[in-house]
């Protein structure tokens, strides 16, 4: 699949990649340029691979409340949180952003990987009337992203907030979100239209130095800022408390997939942030170690281009108190040589005020 | 891209530059660019024994891992260390600064396997 950008990336020289089934743009001009110009400046995005599920009609706000574990009772319409869709076990389906878009109408922003098992699982916990429909295939997503996104789109919404807007002449919802730790916006625009946008976004943007920017940069930052992705950090073996996600858990709200089995769980893993001291890059699935033996697992590794140095989010079995944590010298075994490295608290990047 | 004429090419998209029995070995122009920057480079310890086909070190780009793997089997005479700190070099000049590893060559006869400038270009236009 492509997505309605696919001629632009190409002819930006893009190299492209299959990610969950779409030819995505992995890096244009370097991932680092890439990442540096999104920490500096300015980067744009698509990510129209995402999946959109919409929800409206009678028993909407229910539904919602019934699979996601944050509480969107508590959203305003034109507010958004991050969300879960649990099992009964309480582990990962999908991580998610909610949307209100209106009192009674919703849209759910899911990983592309997933889009297909969550609309089934949605669809399966609705009741009669209530309407669920994917429409991954009518929404574009552009991502503008860095400290320069408000020169590009002067708006006063604040992080999470969204609205309905015109763009160079185009209906979007215009939301501020992201997945790079930095200030900035997504953008929902209809399927056919995002080229308008793409194009006017590059052209204002280019002075400012804003570059595209591929998926591989996408996930450097997203590692930088701590924030976990399916398949990675989180899994249907996870549950929230096991990757430092207890805030999106809101247990009093009321009954909720997962909610019976959180109520009773130890946490036997968690997430933490690994910082090398020595050179080497930590991968997905290098084993770490301190004296006592192996202590855990790299969930997700990367050259950083900010600290210019190699940093992982890693899975430690079993959790380790805060005390016993942070600043913990371990070594991680890097293709059969121990190399030392640092236990830190994430995310390893955050925006100043 | 450039290929030059008087080295060698492996399948692993490694050029080998023979002098008699001292063997240079690089990343090709066309690995470099499918790499993207590369951000680290591990190689051996001089001395260090390698049959071919061995992996004998690792080009790192910030999403992904290559092996480099010895297109003829020796022992490790020198190493380009200052690749370590300038790790793009290998993109910028991967014939020249960009070289990887020096190697003593034990059997002559693994250089039959290597291929012209001439056939690694039809190669990976094959594997494009």
């Known amino acids: 699949m492509q997505t309605s950008l696919f001629d632009r990336h190409k002819a930006l020289g893009a190299k492209v990649v299959d990610f969950a089934g779409w030819k995505m743009p992995v890096e244009y001009s370097g991932i680092r340029e890439e990442h540096l110009a999104v920490r500096g400046s300015v980067g744009l995005f698509d990510v129209s691979h995402m999946g959109e599920i919409e929800i409206r009609g009678p028993g909407t706000l229910g539904l919602i409340q019934k699979v996601t574990c944050n509480d969107a009772a508590r959203l305003k319409p034109g507010r958004s949180h991050y969300s879960a869709l649990l099992t009964p076990r309480g582990t990962f389906v999908d991580d998610l952003i909610v949307y209100r878009l209106t009192e009674g109408h919703f849209l759910l922003c899911v990983n592309a990987s997933n889009k297909d098992k969550d609309f089934e699982w949605i669809h399966s916990y609705a009741s009669r009337g209530t309407e669920v429909r994917d429409a991954s295939d009518e929404w574009a997503l552009l991502a503008l992203q860095g400290p320069r996104a408000r020169e590009i789109l002067p708006s006063p919404l604040k992080k999470t907030e969204f609205e309905k807007k015109n763009l160079n002449g185009i209906p979007v919802l215009l939301s501020c979100t992201g997945y790079t730790g930095e200030d900035g916006y997504e953008i929902f625009s209809p399927w056919s239209e995002a080229r308008r946008i793409w194009d006017w976004l590059m052209e204002i943007g280019r002075p400012m130095g804003l570059l595209p920017c591929g998926l591989g940069a996408r996930d450097s930052l997203r590692i930088e800022a701590g924030y976990p992705l399916y398949g990675h950090e989180i899994d249907d073996e996870t549950t929230p408390y096991e990757v430092g996600l207890s805030w999106i858990v809101k247990l009093e709200k009321g009954d909720f997939l997962g909610r019976e089995a959180l109520l009773s769980a130890t946490p036997t893993k968690d997430l933490v942030g690994v910082s090398m001291k020595e050179p080497g890059i930590p991968r997905q699935g290098f084993r770490l170690f301190d004296p006592s033996g192996e202590i855990g697992r790299v969930t997700s590794g990367t050259y950083s281009p900010t600290f210019q140095k190699g940093v992982a989010l890693a899975r430690v079995t079993p959790p380790l108190t805060n005390a016993a944590r942070d600043e913990k010298n371990i070594s991680i075994d890097i293709r059969g040589k121990k190399r030392e490295a640092v236990l830190v608290s994430l995310p390893f990047y955050k925006r100043g005020p | ?128």
């Open chain 2, 1 to 128: 891209m450039t290929f030059p004429e008087d080295l060698r090419y492996s399948k692993e998209h490694e050029w080998i530059r023979v002098k008699d029995k001292t063997i240079t070995i690089g990343i090709t122009d066309y690995a470099q660019d499918q790499l993207g920057e590369i951000v680290f480079v591990e190689l051996p310890d001089e001395g260090e024994i390698f049959t071919k086909d061995d992996p004998f070190g690792v080009v790192e780009s910030v999403k992904s891992v290559s092996d480099v793997y010895a297109p003829v089997s020796g022992r490790i005479l020198e190493v380009n260390d200052p690749i370590l700190d300038n790790p793009e070099s290998v993109n910028e000049e991967p014939y020249g600064e960009g070289w990887l590893v020096r190697l003593e060559m034990t059997n002559p006869k693994d250089l039959d396997d290597l291929m012209t400038a001439e056939q690694y270009q039809a190669y990976i236009k094959e594997e494009a």
